[in-house]
């Protein structure tokens, strides 16, 4: 018997066994985006590219949610800097 490939998205399915989750859609004025969040904070909040397609985001995501979990960066595309 073969084992299973390992996941496409590692760090997504992570962050979702340990009980968090993500939000893809369309978010008005900003349009489409990728959100991760934990039990208390936003991890990452991404805004898909033009040209960008779905795959790219989560995959982008993906690396976001990395960031996050193991350097402590949080990744904002959605919210302008003050």
């Known amino acids: 018997m073969t084992e ?4 496409a998205l590692p760090n997504i399915e992570a962050l979702i066994e340990e009980d968090g989750q993500i939000t893809v859609g369309h978010l008005d004025p900003v ?3 990728a959100i991760a969040n934990d039990e ?3 991890l990452a909040m991404l805004r898909r590219r033009r040209g960008e397609n779905l795959a790219a985001l989560l995959r982008r ?4 949610v990395h960031l996050a979990l193991e350097e402590g960066e949080r990744t904002d595309e959605i919210n302008p800097p003050r």
């Open 31 to 33: 349009g489409v985006v």
């Open 4 to 7: 299973p490939p390992p996941p």
């Open 61 to 64: 995501l993906d690396a976001a």
């Open 40 to 42: 208390h904070n936003a």
